[in-house]
């Protein structure tokens, strides 16, 4: 179903104190189009990463994550959006993830197109054996829990499961 992913390259990090997570992680790549991809990943308390993509020509519109690029080159977009998650997960195996399938400016945020194929994937490229998986159809959420580092602390799924709530104003 899914292609190779597109080369990417690791733009730094930087820190921060008037966001509510620790770092800012920037990725980049090119489509087969010549345009510009920007992956956003905020890293919060606990290892948790969430992963933001948009394309670079969106950058300064408040809708950046519900537009689509009309491209029709999905799958290597998210393939590649996965390579850099297992990126994260290789320089911390202890890592989380969480995303949000933007709707798009036609849609409910319940249940998204994006959030739809994107839950699909993750069950692919991510092992139950090494994963919790849970989802809010409800929000179109998805975390990745890490079932090494969630063993490892009482409380863990409930303090990032509040943490999703508190920052991005929903429920799990």
């Given at each position: 179903?899914f292609?190779?992913?597109?080369?990417?390259n690791?733009?730094g990090h930087?820190?921060?104190?008037?966001?509510p997570f620790n770092?800012?992680?920037k990725?980049?790549?090119?489509?087969r189009?010549?345009?510009?991809?920007?992956?956003?990943?905020e890293e919060?308390?606990?290892l948790?990463f969430?992963?933001k993509f948009?394309l670079?020509?969106?950058?300064n519109?408040d809708?950046?994550?519900?537009?689509?690029?009309?491209?029709?080159?999905v799958?290597?977009?998210?393939?590649?959006n996965?390579?850099?998650?297992f990126?994260?997960?290789?320089k911390n195996?202890l890592?989380?993830?969480?995303f949000?399938?933007?709707?798009?400016e036609?849609e409910?945020?319940?249940?998204?197109?994006r959030?739809?194929?994107?839950?699909k994937v993750m069950l692919r490229?991510?092992?139950?054996n090494?994963f919790?998986?849970?989802?809010s159809?409800t929000n179109?959420a998805?975390?990745l829990?890490?079932?090494k580092h969630?063993e490892t602390?009482?409380?863990l799924?409930e303090?990032?499961k509040e943490?999703?709530?508190?920052?991005?104003d929903?429920?799990l």
């Amino acid at each position: 179903m899914f292609n190779t992913p597109y080369k990417f390259n690791y733009l730094g990090h930087t820190k921060t104190k008037t966001e509510p997570f620790n770092k800012l992680h920037k990725f980049a790549f090119k489509c087969r189009f010549n345009h510009r991809y920007i992956v956003r990943v905020e890293e919060y308390e606990n290892l948790v990463f969430v992963v933001k993509f948009y394309l670079k020509n969106h950058e300064n519109s408040d809708k950046k994550y519900q537009l689509l690029s009309g491209f029709n080159d999905v799958a290597r977009v998210i393939s590649t959006n996965i390579e850099i998650m297992f990126w994260l997960y290789q320089k911390n195996d202890l890592s989380l993830f969480g995303f949000i399938g933007a709707n798009s400016e036609d849609e409910e945020v319940a249940m998204s197109k994006r959030f739809k194929v994107y839950s699909k994937v993750m069950l692919r490229c991510f092992s139950p054996n090494k994963f919790f998986h849970r989802k809010s159809s409800t929000n179109s959420a998805y975390l990745l829990l890490n079932k090494k580092h969630i063993e490892t602390e009482e409380n863990l799924e409930e303090l990032i499961k509040e943490m999703f709530i508190k920052y991005y104003d929903m429920s799990l």
